[in-house]
């Protein structure tokens, strides 16, 4: 009771000077109050292992998958899908060297949530996609807020916190370590404990700088800047008129009466969110609100008053924001009027192009007739526009492409370790058969300047290749590989499965043969042999490979088919059996 009431007082002590805590080595500070900082410590160290870990990426996402359901909305999947490609291959970011690619999933949860794992496994619940009605443009402001959280390994950090506000009581229940994959934690409740553990109060400015981040993530890929605002009403919105679950948000009417959720206040979010959106075009545009409705403001000039529409509550704030946010998006990126390309067709004046981020805001200009005075607003601003301004906004741009270019920098020149271990995690990707997560690591492990072994890299880009359907790519880079290094077996492994891929058997039967010279103890190898025997018909040679497999695992009896393992070690098998069936009946 007594270490609890610490708790409560280094949480007040946080929200209210935030910014001190978090500059002091993030928790640090409030894990030493509470005499648990190296629990805390010791727990980011594996927590952040564990991001690094692509089998626990993988193990995860299943667990997510098998607790929650499967999203069975194929437009809410593909609409996911869409945003996240867009936002993972157009934004401007890098992934530190100890992160991995991000992946995702649409779950079947109709809570109005989603989550960042410490592995960038990003959990979408279809409650998000429904209740923010499918918005491309509020989903991309959401899921950039998630990725930022990845990014900045604020995940990570927020489960050592949680770990150590519970004195440590977890951690021996984890046992987590470099190898573990963590399928031994039940993720669903440790992300629980995490949501609503009072510790992650501290953690508040994490939300800001996940809310500013995802700003210029979003932004940068292509969404309208007013996304965020607008996530932000609307999310509002619901946790005081919709939900009925007081756990699943903790909204405030008033800033002062922030508690103990792990979500800021959402008109203060709202506020800063319209802001940056403000910022980022130099200043000119503003959205104000009026009662219901909301002005939108060039230099204090109004050039669109936004009201609900019908029985819709947050159109007015929604259309506002993306009106606001395209013209800010053109303030920033066009140093002059002429950028702007007004001209007259169908005698109305119309502006700018057909990109995504525009779109809303040339739809109202047009169904209103607003193309003259978004004009003679814009034009005016440009006149009396300080040249600071437009300094200030080319100042941004490039702090950010130096931050994010620091960040590759210390990618590409980390130490061999970290170096080995992007290539290691592109191989297990294969294993797993995600030849396109493969392909970004591998990418990431060619690039690492002290890079151990580039043969084997491509070894591992040319079996990636084959499992995108690449195949006369996959085997320039195997042959390149093992004509670059014939004393490594995985080279000769790694085109034994392209040419298997390839339907090319006996090329393939080859190459393992190599690789058995160079190390006839190899399970790998006997493995891949047995997989093509048995796909040949030629059950004896296959049955003699898994003999010579399960005896070099130290006869794990789950490296054979059951089919094989009956013959190989009948005892064994029927446990297996047994085993298998009794799952069945839990599932029935």
């Known amino acids: 009771m007594k ?38 410590r010791s727990t980011l160290i594996q927590m952040l292992a564990l991001g690094n870990n692509v089998d626990a990426q993988m193990a995860v996402r299943k667990q997510d998958m098998e607790q929650n359901g499967v999203d069975k909305n194929k437009r809410d999947v593909e609409l996911v ?18 992160s991995l690619p991000f992946v995702w999933s649409v779950n079947d949860d109709e809570k109005f949530n989603a989550a960042c794992y410490p592995m960038n496994y990003i959990s979408i619940n279809r409650g998000l996609v429904r209740n923010l009605n499918g918005d491309e443009n509020q989903i991309a ?34 046992n987590i370590d470099e190898r573990s994959t963590g399928s031994n934690i039940d993720w669903g409740k440790f992300s629980a404990m995490v949501d609503y553990s009072i510790a992650k109060n501290i953690n508040v400015p994490a939300e800001y700088e ?19 605002a607008a996530a932000m009403n609307r999310l509002g919105y619901y946790v005081r008129y919709e939900t009925r679950d007081f756990l699943e948000f903790d909204a405030h009417d008033k800033p002062s009466e922030q508690t103990f959720s792990d979500h800021p206040d959402t008109e203060r979010r709202e506020a800063k969110m319209a802001e940056l959106m403000t910022n980022y075009g130099g200043g000119h545009v503003k959205v104000r609100k009026v009662d219901r409705a909301y002005q939108v403001l060039i230099d204090g000039l109004e050039v669109f008053y936004s009201m609900n529409i019908g029985d819709d509550t947050n159109s007015a704030a929604v259309n506002a924001y993306y009106f606001a946010g395209g013209l800010s998006k053109a303030f920033h990126d066009y140093d002059s009027v002429d950028g702007w390309n007004f001209r007259r067709e169908d005698n109305q004046t119309v502006f700018l192009n057909d990109e995504f981020a525009y779109r809303e805001l040339r739809e109202l200009s047009s169904l209103y007739n607003l193309g003259d005075k978004i004009q003679t607003a814009v034009t005016k601003a440009y006149y009396y526009e300080s040249p ?21 920098e210390e990618a590409d020149t980390a130490k061999a370790k970290a170096a080995t271990q992007l290539r290691i995690n592109a191989d297990i990707y294969n294993d797993h058969g ?3 997560l493969a392909l970004k690591q591998i990418e990431r492990a060619i690039r690492a300047q002290n890079q151990d072994d580039i043969a084997e890299c491509l070894a591992i880009r040319g079996r990636a290749k084959a499992i995108c359907g690449d195949y006369d790519g996959a ?13 490594n077996l995985y080279n000769f492994l790694n085109r034994a499965d392209v040419r298997h891929m390839r339907g090319e058997l006996e090329l393939a039967l080859e190459d393992i043969n190599s690789a058995l010279a160079i190390d006839d103890k190899n399970p790998i190898a006997y493995k891949l042999q047995a997989e093509i025997f048995d796909e040949s018909g030629q059950t004896d040679k296959a049955e003699a490979s898994y003999q010579k497999l399960y ?18 070690d009948p005892k064994a098998a029927e446990k297996i059996r047994k085993e298998r069936e009794k799952t069945n009946d839990k599932k029935s």
């Not at 899908?81 to 100890?98: A, F, H, I, P």
């Not at 880079?477 to 004509?483: F, G, K, P, R, S």
């Open 3 to 40: 270490k609890f009431l610490i708790v409560i007082l280094v949480t007040l002590a946080a929200i209210l000077n935030p910014a001190k805590v978090l500059a002091a080595d993030g928790w640090a500070i409030a894990a030493e109050a509470l005499g648990v900082l190296a629990a805390y």
């Open 434 to 436: 995600q030849g396109e």
């Open 475 to 487: 085997l320039a880079d195997v042959n390149a590989a093992v004509d670059k290094d014939a004393n």
């Open 141 to 174: 402001a959401v899921l950039a807020h998630e990725m930022t959280h990845g990014l900045e390994q604020h995940s990570a950090k927020s489960y050592a916190q949680a770990v150590a506000q519970q004195l440590g009581a977890m951690l021996v229940g984890l």
């Open 210 to 228: 996940a809310d500013e981040g995802g700003f210029y993530l979003m932004t940068s890929a292509g969404f309208n800047p007013g996304g965020g």
């Open 388 to 408: 600071r301004i437009r300094q200030r906004i080319h100042e941004a741009d490039e702090a950010r492409k130096n931050y994010w270019a620091k960040i590759k």
């Open 551 to 568: 005896e070099l695992t130290k006869k794990n009896p789950r490296a054979v088919p059951l089919n094989y393992l009956e013959k190989i």
């Open 81 to 98: 899908d869409s945003v996240m490609t867009r936002l993972v291959n157009n934004g401007q970011y890098e992934l530190k060297v100890n």
